[in-house]
């Protein structure tokens, strides 16, 4: 059975054009940004890396005036970091450029396809779907490796004597995004059928 396809305006294929310019360049940033990042993890020099804290104590100082304070975010610089923050480091990049190339990659094919007038078809539900899913495990399993990341380097220059680093994923940004790829997913799916059924009455 043939797809029904659309006409699209002049204005609607400029503005998907556009859009996947953007995102091979979101793309290929993502990955440039990825591959400096594991250069600095494996050069044995000064690594910077952002970890967060249980109400960690610490002391602001201005002049002569001193402020006690409690810290929940910092950067830690390390030299010469342990192969275990080196391994979970470079996992965390390699999951930031798989997660924003598939994602990007996916977007780029729904945009082919729209390009072509299909707007619900089976392929396009796929790709919303994939992409989405791809994006909140791809999301998650990086954190995690930053988290663990941050905790090895903490660990190294405090030699295990401060025990207030923690590994945090927040669910609510996760769950809202899991909700929004259920509907977007659902749309697509209701819009695919009523396509076909549309069809077969053609």
Known sequence: MKVQQRVLSTGDIVALALFAI????????????????????TSGGPV???????????????GEETLAVLVDRGVVTVTGLMPTGVVFGILGQIAFALTITGVVV???????????GVVFSRTNTALVMGGGILGLVGSA????????????????VTDDSFDTAVLTVEPFPFLLAAFALAIIGTVFVVGDRLRRETEGLV
Do not use: K, W, Y
Request: hydrophobic letters at 60%.
């Open 22 to 41: 953007m995102g091979v360049g979101i793309a290929v940033t993502s990955v440039c940004m990825a591959v400096v990042r594991i250069v600095e993890l």
């Open 48 to 62: 910077q890396v952002l970890a967060e804290f249980i109400e960690a104590p610490a002391q602001a100082t201005s």
């Open 106 to 116: 996916s977007l780029i094919a729904l945009s082919r396809s729209l390009l072509r």
């Open 141 to 156: 399993a990086a954190r995690f490796f930053d988290n663990v990341l941050a905790n090895t380097a903490i660990a190294q």
